[in-house]
């Protein structure tokens, strides 16, 4: 399995991936006249209420939601595996993927609130299967993204979060993986058969905690790395645009592979063009999408913008000010996940706590988060009778998830599901462009308080 997903992915990951997740990116940016402008607003919007507006959640428990499946272990494993493989280049590709992903991920969330659904049960759905469906009259291209989404969740939702959840207990408890495994299923399927509510209150109680404990710890170690945070952000920019040269803690990377890692480390990190975080944002409590998709375009200025240049940062530092410390015994470069445990190891006693707990938080919010988006993608293939059936093989997924594949394996696998998933849903955002700028154009210009959510259809999903 991992031989075929790495040779899928040389494929998937290459420049026409590349160049139309970036184009994109940077096509919406200017479609909307840069939409990274009213990020303070978003902000603002993300802690206030849509009193009397139609959604299953808040505003900001949509955010958390959507936030608990991006702020994951690719901030923190991810960074590390992109600078393992791809050099220390990686990390301004994946900063820059953020910044103009802000965009996308302004569109992508608005038609997912646009073309958003009600339930006779009163239930919000929405997300780009709805888009295509709804706004492109493509329902064959809604059930692709549907099933593409059911299946990446398993990839990037559970295997990815669970094996570096596993590997981190490991490595400083000792505990063996089938017991990990075990306890976060039974900790998951509690949390997870409340459905979108439950989910909601759990994340909205954690991510805020275990993100602002996370970034305390990296600007610690920055400052114990002071003089070498100017080399190592020369470096990283540097990098990205020259091929490097072996040496000094790192790899050789071509220009190429820093790209592609970089991106595709992005993509796992922020989820911007992945159309995952529009299918809990249509479940909030919004007076029209313009509102909403403010609020979400937030999650990747926190996950990439901040928390991700944090992590490169620490860990580009760190090798620098001890080259040693990217080797291991045999003189091996170390992988992502190591690298990023040297790094916090120089906090004494407290850093390998913070790493663990931030670490764990991080995978068991992401399960919960991508959870709910599997769950949306069944529903709309099978209706609500296909959710049970969905949550238990979840549950036994998590179990079985310990004995599956490597950390590297299964970081190979969710990059090829990301990519598929990632197709369709910019198809429907180029496609409908015309209409993200001309509505946003319209509730941003005075009318951002109108309230549109009394026009949502209600349909039958049994």
Partial sequence: MESFFSFLNGYLWGWPMIILLLGTHVFMTFRLGFIQRKVPLGIKLSVSKDTGS???????????????????????????????????GAVLWMWLSGVFGIATKYGESFIGVKYRVQTSDGTMLG?????????????????????????????????????????????NFGLPGWVTGLIAAVLVGMVILGGVKSIARVCTALVPFMAA????????????????????????????FQPQAAGGGFIGASIVAAARYGVARGLFSNESGMGS????????????????????????????????????????????????????????????????????????????????FGLITFAFSTILGWSYYGERGVEYLFGKKGITPYRILWILVMLAGSFMMSLGGVFEMADSLNALMAIPNIIAVLLLSNVIAKETKHFLNGNLDEDVSDSIPIVEKK
């Fill in 54 to 88: 139609k959604g299953d959640v808040s505003q900001f428990g949509a955010l958390a939601t959507a936030m608990a499946s991006t702020v994951g272990t690719g901030n923190i494993v991810g960074v590390g595996t992109a600078i393992a493989l791809g050099g220390p």
């Fill in 277 to 356: 975080a529009p299918i809990v944002a249509a479940a909030a409590q919004t007076k029209n999408p313009a509102r909403q998709a403010l609020v979400s375009c937030t999650g990747t200025f926190w996950d990439t913008v901040v928390i991700c240049a944090l992590t490169g940062i620490v860990i580009v530092s760190t090798v620098l000010s001890n080259t040693s410390i990217a080797y291991d015994s045999t003189g091996a470069t170390l992988p992502g996940d190591a690298l990023t445990t040297a790094a916090f190891s120089q906090i004494p006693v407290l850093g390998p706590i913070v790493l663990v």
């Fill in 127 to 171: 997300g780009a299967m709805y888009a295509l469906e709804r706004g492109l009259h493509c329902k064959w291209g809604g059930m692709v993204f549907a099933a593409l989404t059911a299946l990446a969740a398993f990839g990037i939702g559970v295997l990815v979060q669970e094996k570096a959840m596993i590997s981190v207990v490991n490595s």
């Fill in 213 to 240: 404990l996370y970034a305390l710890g990296c600007i610690v170690i920055i400052i114990i790395n002071w003089e070498f945070v100017g080399p190592a952000i020369a470096l990283i920019c540097k990098s990205a």
